[in-house]
């Protein structure tokens, strides 16, 4: 294909979804619509087993043209369902693939970051597996790359519990007043990993392995199959503790439990950062742990202050009779007149105070309520193909999640830092500024 006739392409399958075509009959007798050959995306999958297996549902019925997996036995497996794709083993070679509109980016957190900023660059949508970065600075380009091209692209962060109807009821509590006004915002997460350091030297990698490429960008460690032995979608526990990898629960269960918190609040990145939690170890990153972030009022609400709590580390209950350790994976939002607890399926409020008869809240009457969000992988496929729009895309879990990791710099400098948004830097710590980046090994960049 021409340059010209992707870009005529891809303009049709945005028109005739704007259009809400669904079937046209040609002249010749051919057919156009949402299910004609020529509306389909043309997907490619990078990393194709484990997570990805959940993305197969919704993309089976578009051209799946590419599929990458540094792993050859994850790749043959994917093929079996996508017979006509190519393959590849390294996807900086797959996204040279001409004819891919849009991607889904299934692998270590380590890479999402690049992949799905090389993505853009070359103008295709990207759906792109939480957590969206491992450093700020990651979650910075991938943003900003995004921002210039939100008019023609459409993105969404793998938050997909996002979709779950309470969080929009949460939302509604929070902006219409149940609470009062608005002061501070809490979610924790339980989940414990302990490692002590990074694996040492064992074996050699099997052959269908290419471990030069799954290592990527990090430095570099030796093969051990400790990496690799977790069950489909749950091999990220292998890897993602180990700050060459991943972050720990900040990009775990965090990214999916601070958007509890995110839904609600309408917030950019904040103007402080404070953490504190277990000894800092070099190669782990830390399971205890306890962030906090001041935020600027907006339109609806005063100035708040957020908290991120995890494995152990946790808000205290508003009264003796709520035991917050029971909530696993919870939130909790703390007004003048109460607070709201929940967890991503179910919510209580908790009237608090005097005055606190809910006089001053009326509940939205069933026409006003939130729309539900419907199949979250589906609103990007026909977000790809109609309005660009969806609820997780860059910019919103891009703000989140470059919060959640400038909270990890300020547990590692032991300071409450000052961050100027804007800019994307720490104005009272140089220290600080230098842990909002990486250095990535030789032959790899981030904006390629
Ligand atoms: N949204 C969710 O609820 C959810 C659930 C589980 C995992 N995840 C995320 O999905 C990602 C993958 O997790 P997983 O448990 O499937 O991990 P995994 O280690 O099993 O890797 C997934 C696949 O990607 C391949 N891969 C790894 N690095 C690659 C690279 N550089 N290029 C191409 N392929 C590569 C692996 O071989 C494997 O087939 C993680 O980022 C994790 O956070 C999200």
Redesign the pocket.
Known sequence: MTETNIVQRRQFLKSTAAAGIGLLILPSGSLLGANAPSNKLNVAL???????L?HFGAISSENIVAL????EN?LASAAKKFPRAKHY?D?RKCLEQKDIDAVIC????H??AFIANWALNRDMHCYC???LANTVEEARVVRATYLKKKKKLATQV???RHAKPNFERVRELVKDGAIGELTDAYAWGNRQLRRSGYPPARGEPPKHLHYD??I?PAPWHPYNPEY?K?G?????????MYWDFGTGQI??MGS?TIDLVWNAIDADVPTTAQGEGEEYNPDVTPVELHTSFDFPGNGWRGPIRVHWYQGGMMPRSPKGYVDLNKIGHGAMFKGSKGYIICDFDSRILLPFGNDADLTYYKGRDKDDVIPPLGHFQAEWVNACKGDLKTHCDFDYGGTAIETMLLGLVAYRVGKKLEYDGAKGRVTNSDKANALLSKEYRKGWTLNG
């Open positions: 990078i990393g194709t087993w484990g997570r990805a959940a990458c997996d540094v792993d994850h083993v996807w299934s692998t270590t957190d890479t999402h597996e939480k957590p793998g938050t997909q490429l799954w990527g690799f977790g489909p979608g749950s091999n990220c526990l292998q890897w993602n990009g775990d999916h």
